[in-house]
């Protein structure tokens, strides 16, 4: 338990929160009424941290020298990179939230300095909107706020208290809001804050994250009534047609003006920022006028427009392409030569991944894109990846490409499906084929243990090698063919039909050798065969299918 944040803490609580939005992302993009229908809140509030966490994660982001770091200077950091990398309304009142909030904890990380950010916070984002609506993000930012402004306790007692308020602000947001009780949702927004607030006590308190919010079910449609509420809603009329976001380099001075004329020319309206830069997001009928007051404010760029309608019907044809649309291609997310070798013969796309610098969505968007088809089939390899290409995944539908993820959680499912891809099939036949494969193929690695650790297994020392299957330390030993052994054993007494062995960076050749003679001894009619992955985070890995 923390009794105050520091630099170090703060990128925790950063990495936490991308966690809890990655795994909240469906439930809240699904939430999504307000101000607009479009499904997509819970994908720009995880790609606004996303950006935020990319900037503390950079080589020349500050307070990353010491072990706790410049409280002030990653603060500031993660909200610059919120800023800059903000999407959608949601997005940009969270990153001016953000902002206040690194102004708030520049006196202090303490209980008695968080007591005092988190109104700065609210009250940063409040200032951002031109028409505050209650029953939003913003309520529920206040009530957390008031919880942590009436707390006289520890640090742990505060950033509790403020998260518990905003769970109970969101429970009652459609009593405030017309449009949430008629779709029978809580706002979307609020609950990217809760998840955002229950990563910050998470992070306080040392605890795993929280996981999803406990929602009444009242208030969480099924997904068909949930389309056909936001469809409804989608179609009334005096709405604006486009949503237009900008970042904008201007003078503070000239923000008044640029306000006052894009009030004019439509609504939902949020300026965040500061010091000379700017996120602009405004619902008008004219794009053009909205990009040209930006133009006489300071310099627009990363313009982007989104015409609601298109959107609608593209979430309504559920990335529905047709048939003759050219070119399929797979891609492969991997680490080690050896396996990006192997995957490059079977016909797949390739993109290295760094064991300690997962890809983020953009990455994975500029990939699949480099690809050159209008139909990819995404092989993670690896289950920490899967909020990262659902959202690449939502950026790429809307270009009109036809994305399959597949949730593969090894490089040994990967390889399987692999093995029955057929771009001569039809897109979900293939898709269908893949997936069998990779579920039907169970999975093992070895890993050496760095340091003092409580597992599935019990306790390991730095040095242990540790036996993982489907994920969970199963094994726990000291000498690494002994370890694989026994993992292979368990795996193959459900039965087999193919034992595949990847070899990692430093695994001797003696490792597979053995193995390979294990399996014969045990199950004669069980072929094996053995690849030199090259991967570094693992001695070894396993499939049996």
């Known amino acids: ?320 392409r047709p048939e003759a649309a050219p070119g399929r291609a797979v891609l492969s997310v991997v680490s080690g030569a050896g396996l990006a070798e192997l995957c490059g013969q079977a016909g797949s796309a390739v993109l290295p991944a760094d064991p300690d610098r997962p890809p983020a969505s953009a990455e994975l968007a500029d990939a699949v894109r480099r690809c050159g088809a209008r139909e990819v089939v995404l092989l993670l390899n690896d289950p920490e990846l899967r909020a990262a290409a659902g959202a690449a995944a939502d950026q790429l539908r809307e270009e009109g490409l036809r994305i399959a993820v597949l949730p593969t959680r090894s490089p040994v499912q990967g390889l399987a499906a692999l093995a029955v891809h057929d771009s001569s099939r039809r897109f979900d036949e293939d898709v269908v084929a893949m997936t069998s494969a990779a579920g039907a193929t169970r999975h093992a690695e070895l890993a050496v243990a760095e340091g003092e650790s409580w597992t599935m297994a019990g306790v390991c020392q730095a040095g242990d090698v540790l036996g993982l299957i489907d994920g969970d330390v199963a094994v726990i030993g000291t000498d690494p063919l002994d370890t694989a052994g026994t993992v292979l054993a368990r795996m193959l007494a459900a039965g087999g039909e193919l034992v595949t062995l990847v070899l990692g960076a430093g695994a001797p050749d003696a490792l597979a050798d053995g193995l390979v003679a294990l399996a014969r001894r045990q199950r004669p009619e069980v072929d094996t065969v053995v690849y030199r992955g090259g991967q570094e985070e693992a001695l070894l890995l396993i499939g049996v299918e």
């Open 1 to 320: 338990m923390l009794d105050t944040l520091d630099g170090t803490a703060v990128r925790t609580w950063c990495r936490l929160a991308l966690t809890a939005l990655g795994q909240a992302r469906e439930e809240i993009d699904a939430l999504n009424v307000y101000p607009v229908p479009d499904g997509d809140t819970g994908t720009n509030l995880y790609l606004t941290v996303e950006a935020a966490a990319e900037a503390l994660g950079a080589d020349d982001a500050p307070g990353g020298t010491g072990p706790d770091g410049d409280l002030a200077a990653v603060t500031a950091a993660m909200a610059r990179g919120a800023l800059i990398g903000a999407r959608g309304n949601s997005g940009v009142i969270l990153a001016q939230w953000l902002r206040g909030l690194a102004e708030g904890l520049a006196a202090g990380g303490d209980a008695a300095g968080l007591r005092k950010a988190l109104p700065r916070a609210a009250e940063a984002a409040y200032q951002a909107v031109a028409d505050p609506v209650e029953g939003t993000l913003l309520t529920v930012a206040a009530a957390a706020a008031r919880a942590a402004a009436d707390q006289s306790g520890t640090l742990a007692d505060t950033a509790g208290a403020a998260c518990l308020a905003a769970r109970s602000a969101l429970v009652h947001t459609p009593e405030q809001l017309d449009v949430l009780a008629e779709a029978g949702v809580v706002d979307a927004g609020g609950r990217g804050l809760v998840a955002v607030l229950g990563a910050l006590a998470d992070t306080v308190l040392g605890h795993t994250p929280m996981g999803p919010v406990a929602l009444r079910q009242e208030f969480v449609l099924p997904a068909a009534e949930a389309h056909d509420a936001c469809e409804g809603h989608a179609r009334r009329p005096g709405h604006p047609a486009f949503e237009v976001i900008y970042l904008l380099e201007a003078a503070d001075e000239a923000l008044p003006v640029l306000r006052a004329r894009l009030a004019a020319l439509g609504d939902s309206l949020v300026v965040g920022g500061g010091d000379g830069l700017w996120n602009v997001h405004v619902h008008v009928d004219d794009a053009g006028a909205a990009v040209e007051a930006g133009v006489e404010a300071g310099r627009p760029y990363r313009i982007r427009v989104t015409h609601f309608a298109e959107a609608a019907a593209r979430a309504g044809r559920d990335g529905a």
